[in-house]
């Protein structure tokens, strides 16, 4: 009987007859790493497991404060966005009159958007025009400025967006200096790292300032983008604001200050804005890029700027239905061309998702019959947030080893570990990074899980975690009383 013999296939990998195998996979996914859903996470789903299952715990409940899912932590739906949507789903509740009358007006004006007067048809891979007609009139009264309907681009989510811009972004090499290259905050939120290295981009880190409440520091950006230059061609500069991890907002002059950086250096300029609702400290406020870009007169008009929004965070915390758009101005004609080109590939994105954001940018307004409740609801939702963040900074400010800049918007907060030098050398021993074993400690002991900060991004030698806000206050208050009591031990024994 012939033996069996190992085929060696044309790429020079072993095979056992499979095409794809780790070996022969797409080398650079494999590099992609997305720690707000990595091992910390994996294990606590498994902690929950346990606890079902009846196996004693020091906890009784695993929190999952690792991601901004507003709804999975125990916050409930606006009335008026879902009211739209089940009457869109099911027109024939139309006729059905405990629903207001101006959730019915909205259901059938998106109905009469689609093909069919059906949900279930598609839609122009741009989205549905009346969708996108309330958008533009959503940017015209945030910003005070003309927005054009040609400009909006309806996405599943804010990400899918920003993933389509960093595919146009890229040089007509993959390797060597001439790849293209794009600048992102360090800390970020990890779409950005992972979707470089999915494009085999170069990625360029700029340090937020920490010890002036994250905020953007133009030097460093100069920094960044002249060491940059001998590995890459920068093409883009990435900002989040209100920011995520760090939940800094940006003052309406360091907006223009990074403008001005952005025309020096030849830059495109994608702004991540989802959580521009979220604004909770006093002398805060948030200003779109879009408007200051405006502001700045004839000179920046043709800057070329994306922007993106999304449903998933505000105040409606809608994740699931992944609703957003972008909107994209001073774009090329011909790379406009090619960007719709791209998207008619993917023919569009979810239709219920395109209305929920209809409802996030065209609520009721004043004399409408659901107002009232509707503004009644969002305001408690963001105060609610609001008194959440002033806790969580107040809370880590007052334990030893622990720095926190206050949580100016967003849905984070990120604070700074001292950790014990025993503590760093444990974490290496069981080839761990010191926060992430830090992480992992306090789930274990306290059911709290949190994303370690070098899954963001960090300064060599500084350790930080990330914590949602969202856990509802009476569920946050005893869990930091478990948390303190962790710390207090921790730092005991691994005292220098």
Not at 196 to 220: F, K, R, T, V
């Amino acid at each position: 009987m012939a033996s069996k013999k190992r085929r060696t296939v044309s790429n020079g990998y072993r095979s056992t007859g499979k095409v794809l195998t780790g070996g022969s996979m797409n080398p650079y996914v494999k590099q992609i790493e997305y720690a707000v859903r990595g091992a910390i996470v994996i294990r606590a789903s498994e902690l929950e497991k346990e606890l079902q299952q009846g196996h004693e715990k020091p906890f009784k409940e695993v929190v999952k404060a690792n991601i901004g899912d507003a709804h999975a932590l125990g916050m409930k739906p606006l009335k008026f966005p879902r009211q739209v949507l089940a009457l869109c789903v099911n027109p024939a509740l139309l006729d059905d009159p405990s629903f207001p009358s101006d959730a019915k007006d909205r259901a059938r004006r998106i109905l009469n958007s689609t093909r069919g007067f059906s949900m279930g048809a598609y839609s122009d891979s741009v989205g549905l025009e009346a969708i996108r007609e309330d958008v533009t009139k959503y940017i015209e009264e945030r910003d005070g400025h003309p927005a054009n309907i040609e400009d909006i681009y309806l996405t599943n989510g804010a990400s899918e967006g920003i993933r389509s811009i960093l595919k146009l972004l890229q040089t007509h090499v993959s390797e060597g200096n001439e790849r293209a290259g794009v600048m992102i905050p360090i800390p970020q939120y990890p779409l950005y790292s992972a979707t470089l290295l999915e494009l085999n981009s170069h990625q360029i880190n700029y340090y937020l300032d920490e010890a002036n409440g994250w905020s953007l520091d133009i030097d460093e950006m100069r920094r960044a983008i002249n060491e940059a230059r001998k590995h890459c061609v920068p093409r883009a500069l990435c900002v989040i604001n209100p920011g995520n991890p760090t939940g800094q907002v940006l003052s309406y002059e360091n907006i223009q200050q990074v403008i001005r950086f952005c025309k020096e250096e030849k830059l495109f300029i994608m702004a991540d804005e989802v959580y521009q609702a979220n604004v909770y400290a006093e002398d805060a406020k948030f200003h779109s890029f879009k408007k200051v870009l405006r502001d700045m007169g004839p000179e920046y008009e043709d800057m070329e700027l994306a922007s993106f929004h999304s449903t998933s965070k505000g105040f409606l915390g809608e994740c699931g239905f992944r609703g957003g758009y972008m909107e994209i101005v001073g774009l090329d004609p011909e790379v406009k061309f090619h960007l719709n080109k791209m998207l008619s590939a993917k023919l569009c994105s979810c239709i219920t998702g395109q209305a929920m954001m209809d409802c996030l940018v065209n609520p009721p307004r004043p004399g409408d019959e659901s107002y009232d409740e509707f503004t009644k609801e969002k305001e408690a939702v963001l105060a609610s947030f609001k008194e959440r963040a002033q806790l969580i900074t107040k809370t880590f400010n007052s334990v030893e080893g622990i720095q926190c800049n206050e949580s100016m918007g967003a849905m984070y907060s990120f604070p700074g570990l001292e950790l014990p030098h025993k503590a760093v050398v444990a974490a290496k021993s069981r080839g761990l990074h010191p926060d992430s074993f830090y992480a992992m400690e306090l789930l274990e002991q306290t059911g709290l899980c949190v994303v370690p900060g070098n899954g963001f991004g960090q300064k060599d030698g500084t350790y930080h975690f990330r914590l949602t806000i969202l856990p509802p206050i009476e569920k946050l208050k005893p869990l930091f009383e478990s948390f303190k009591d962790f710390h207090s031990k921790f730092l005991a024994k691994y005292k220098d």
